[in-house]
């Protein structure tokens, strides 16, 4: 089955830096990477996610590249901000048919320093 | 708040024990996910169910059983409980339409401890 790994896991940048969280993946078949932003004692949130078919998405600071070839994908951050802290966790998943199984990875905790 | 409702929020049982734990999708969402979050295992994917059909399975255990009913609410079925069973569980779903990637929205989960 599908492995996803995540580093690294634990993170602290100073306010306004950037930050990149980096994962891969094992199966070719994936096509649908997400990215989950979990504060603690909540749900986990969609941030930001993008298709195997498209190399780069942006969203305000938020942006994920992805690279099959290497069949890794990574998260990046810029102009970092407290309410950035958080557990992030990247994921990969294969759509087929209307089956998903979205497998993550163990999660990267990042701390904001003002 | 995702739409997404899970009952209880927090449970406490002994081992051995059976428990329900209860999920409501948002309105018009078709698919259902369960997940299990530990501190040493990450986010599980368990099983999904498609508007009443089991349609993915991921580790599950044979003490664990789902189901989706006509309403689409879902519930989880945990038996013979084990302390390594205490974990937090959430749901999820989506509308899943199969041209498009639709986001998994997350319940706010409920925290199960095993004594």
């Known amino acids: 089955g599908e492995n996803v790994e995540q580093h690294p896991s634990t993170l602290s940048v100073q306010e306004g830096d950037s930050a990149v969280i980096k994962c891969t993946y094992s199966?070719?078949?994936?096509?649908?990477f997400p990215w989950y932003k979990q504060e603690l004692g909540k749900r986990p949130q969609l941030i930001i996610d993008?298709?195997?078919?498209?190399g780069e998405k942006k969203d305000q600071r938020i942006a994920v590249t992805l690279n099959k070839t290497a069949k890794h994908f990574s998260l990046h951050i810029t102009e970092t901000q407290p309410e950035d802290s958080a557990v992030y966790f990247c994921?990969?998943?294969?759509?087929?048919?209307?089956?998903?199984?979205?497998?993550f990875g163990t999660g990267t905790r990042l701390t904001i320093i003002p | 708040d995702s739409g997404v409702t899970q009952t209880p929020k927090h449970l406490i049982t002994a081992t051995g024990q059976r428990v329900t734990l209860r999920c409501s999708p948002r309105?018009?969402?078709?698919?259902v996910y369960w997940y299990q979050q530990s501190l040493d295992q990450g986010l599980q994917f368990l099983i999904q169910?498609?508007?009443?059909?089991?349609?993915a399975k991921g580790n599950i255990l044979e003490r664990f059983s789902a189901q989706q009913f006509p309403d689409l609410h879902s519930e989880l079925n945990l038996s013979s409980l084990e302390l390594g069973d205490s974990a937090l569980y959430f749901c999820?779903?989506?509308?899943?339409?199969?041209?498009?990637?639709?986001?998994?929205?997350f319940g706010p989960g409920t925290r199960l401890t095993v004594l």
């Open positions: 309105s018009g969402d078709l698919s």
């Open positions: 994921a990969a998943s294969i759509r087929n048919f209307g089956n998903e199984k979205l497998t």
């Open positions: 169910y498609y508007n009443g059909e089991e349609r």
């Open positions: 999820a779903s989506s509308v899943l339409i199969q041209e498009a990637y639709n986001e998994q929205f």
């Open positions: 993008i298709r195997s078919n498209v």
């Open positions: 199966d070719s078949a994936s096509n649908y």
